[in-house]
């Protein structure tokens, strides 16, 4: 079922400045670090797409006492959120678990950042990348341009299909395909091997050293997957958030500009896996 998408400003921040995850308050500069403990300085909540500012209570290397300073986002223990605090050049970035609610100040425990179930699919999978311009990116951080996201797939019906897609596509304020878009579609793209794809992202890799002109920029991603009888197809929107270079081989980590939802992965894990996926996945 398409869903049309306003996609979050923030996202502004991770084409544009510098990101980097952080496993605990003790990898941070000193002085930024002394600005948070104090109070001084707001941390930035990120949960159901949407921005909260917080205080840092209190501290530890690992976990961490936070209180809201306006609105409270709706979660409950034991769900997970994204912490930012951010320099003028460096977006810092923590994966944290609610353990606790009480009285308003939420007791959070910081996670390691690849926690996130990834799945690798066997053998070589080849993936097609086609970079977006930002003439294209801008007016949908903008508001002027939408995400529509259009699967079949849905929490009722994830053991029954064996052929599942999900795929973005950039539509205007008449929910019309952008022209410079279905352009780009067009073109065959360039071809990369998947090494894992997750709820949030994915990583690819290509057998030569290659270095792109900036570190983060926006591109579309496609691609097949197939096991078991089934089979996937994805194209999806999302911005590179590292590029590392191994030996001969250049790695190209990406976020997806929306999350997808737990029962498409619960799919995509159903290709590779002897147990279905479960039709309570939401």
């Not at 678990?97 to 690849?114: C, S, Y």
């Not at 086609?130 to 996201?149: A, H, V």
């Not at 894992?196 to 994915?202: E, L, Q």
Request: glycine content about 6%; charged content about 25%.
């Amino acid at each position: 079922m398409p869903e049309k998408i306003l996609l979050p400003a923030y996202l502004r921040e991770t084409l544009y400045r510098k990101n980097i995850q952080v496993r605990g308050i003790r990898e941070l500069p000193q002085d930024l670090r002394d600005e948070i403990l104090s109070g001084r300085k707001t941390v930035l909540v990120f949960s159901s797409g949407k921005v909260f500012p917080a205080q840092v209570i209190k501290a530890v290397d690992k976990a961490a006492l936070i209180r809201f300073t306006g609105p409270v986002p709706p979660v409950k223990p034991p769900e997970n959120i994204l912490l930012v605090v951010s320099s003028p050049t460096t977006r810092y970035v923590f994966q944290a678990l609610v353990r606790a609610v009480e009285k308003g100040i939420f007791q959070v425990q910081f996670l390691e950042p690849r926690v996130e179930e990834r799945l690798v699919p066997p053998g070589e999978r080849a993936v097609f990348f086609t970079p977006l311009t930002l003439s294209l990116f801008e007016p949908l951080l903008s508001g002027r341009y939408f995400l529509l996201r259009d699967t079949n797939l849905s929490p009722e019906g994830v053991r029954d299909l064996e052929q599942g897609y999900v795929y973005d596509l950039i539509i205007d304020d008449t929910d019309n395909v952008v022209d410079e878009f279905e352009r780009l579609m067009s073109s065959p793209g360039k071809i990369f091997t998947l090494r894992d794809i997750s709820r949030g992202g994915a990583c690819i890799y290509m057998n030569r050293v290659f270095s792109p002109e900036k570190e983060a920029f926006p591109l579309y991603l496609r691609g097949t997957l197939e096991g078991r009888g089934r089979t996937f197809n994805f194209g999806l929107l999302g911005i590179t958030r590292r590029v590392r270079i191994e030996g001969n081989r250049t790695y190209f980590h990406i976020m997806w500009v929306q999350r997808l939802r737990p029962f498409v992965f619960e799919f995509m894990l159903g290709l590779f896996s002897e147990t279905p996926p479960s039709p309570d996945a939401r």
